[in-house]
Each structure stands twice: as C-alpha cells, then as structure tokens.
C-alpha cells in the first residue's frame, strides 16, 4: 500500500506570492494534519482535519488555511508569503477515530523555500 | 515556551552501544508519548509510542521506558548500527479528538562503525 503522498517534492516562491501544497492519506484513513518543520527544529502543528472538519489549529497566522476533500486529501494554503515561511511542510495522516487513530504517519514533506 | 524537553542535542556512539535519549513534560492531560526517527530529507517515520498505563514497551532493537511519576520518557536503542544513524525525536499528545503531536527539539545520533 502506498503511504502519504505529498506534492510537490520542492517549491520556490518569492515574497508576497501565494502557495497550495498537496496531501493524499494513506487510504483508509480519514484524518489529516499539517505540521511545519524549520531546519533543526522539531516539526510544529499547523492543522488537523477529520472527516473534512477542522478538528485542531495551531498557533499560525491566518494567511495559512486548509482544507480536505470528500476523498479525505488535503491542501495547505499559505497567502503572502514570508521569508519565515520557508520549511519543510508535512501532512500526516491517521485513521481519525479510535486507539489506532493516535498512531499518525508521515508523507515526505513538501519543501518550500522563499526568496 | 518548550512543553516537551529533549536531551541530549546529539549523541554519538560507537557501533552495538546503547544510546539513551531523555525527554520531559509538564502538561499531565499528555496522553500518548511516540518516538519517530527522521533521516535529512525525509519526513518523521513512527518507530515506538507508549500511553502511561504501561511503564515499558520494546519492539524490537528499541525500547521505551515511561515514569509517569517524574513526566519523564525515554528511549534506548539496543545494538545501535551505523544505519540508526538519524536524528531522533520524542512528542506528546494530549488526550481528546485533537490529535496534534507536541514535538521535542531532537535528537542527531551518529553510530560509528
């Protein structure tokens, strides 16, 4: 089975401009989370979604957004973007309800740089 | 404010040494501890995660050892090979539909030959 999916693999972007990563769960599961990961840190919490419900935020500004789709893939909007923005953007994806749901799994990553 | 401390920064050991890596917490409503492992380039991989009923938990070559007591977790690999070579991390997530991982800062193992 295929794990999480993420695209793309790497992005380059200048202040101000706009960016939509992608995210596809491993199927049969119906939760997904964005985390951002800056080089040397730990990853941070940016969202959570369930069954296309925002179930969790984290202490990131509004110009980022998110969203899932009926066939529980998400997209990871960021608007003008910052310097600061520039990580590692990861999506994880669990099953959404029960024990097995704490047990959360990883795509690659998308890594945005901003120029 | 870091609401999971982890230690040490890096590590290195040599070839079938048992490296130990500690963590800390504060927050009690922390409810599942996980430790994942991530190499440069690649995203976090889940290798071994505990709930505090239990005070112990191996799979494999890595073991978890849990004190509730003191909110304190860690991990030791045993026979550690040059390929567990990567940078280690431990998170806590608090109980309730919300299943945001709170992460440490890292751990980067070397295993030397």
């Known amino acids: 089975d295929a794990g999480v999916t993420q695209s793309p693999t790497h992005l380059i972007k200048t202040r101000g401009q706009h960016v939509t990563l992608r995210c596809s769960p491993i199927?049969?599961?119906?939760?997904v989370s964005w985390y951002q990961q800056v080089l040397g840190q730990g990853p941070q919490f940016i969202f959570q979604y369930y069954e296309k419900e925002e179930r969790g935020r984290g202490n990131f500004p509004d110009r980022f957004s998110a969203r899932q789709f009926p066939n529980y893939s998400s997209e990871l909007n960021v608007n003008a973007l910052l310097l600061g923005d520039s990580a590692l953007y990861l999506c994880?994806?669990?099953?959404?309800?029960?024990?097995?749901?704490?047990?959360?799994?990883f795509g690659p990553g998308t890594r945005l740089t901003v120029t | 404010q870091q609401q999971v401390k982890q230690s040490p920064q890096s590590l290195i050991v040599q070839k079938g040494g048992i490296p130990i890596i500690n963590c800390a917490y504060e927050?009690?409503?922390?409810?599942?501890f996980p430790w994942y492992q991530q190499f440069p380039g690649k995203g976090p991989a889940l290798l071994i995660a505990i709930r505090p009923d239990v005070s112990e938990k191996k799979e494999g070559r890595f073991t978890i050892s849990f004190n509730k007591s003191a909110k304190q977790f860690s991990l030791h690999i045993m026979d550690s090979q040059p390929g567990d070579s990567a940078t280690y991390f431990c998170?806590?997530?608090?109980?309730?539909?919300?299943?945001?991982?709170?992460w440490g800062l890292g751990t980067s193992l070397a295993v030397n030959p």
């Open positions: 998170a806590a997530s608090p109980a309730g539909n919300n299943r945001k991982l709170i």
């Open positions: 927050n009690t409503a922390f409810d599942y």
């Open positions: 994880a994806s669990n099953t959404g309800q029960g024990i097995p749901s704490r047990e959360q799994y």
């Open positions: 199927s049969g599961h119906k939760s």
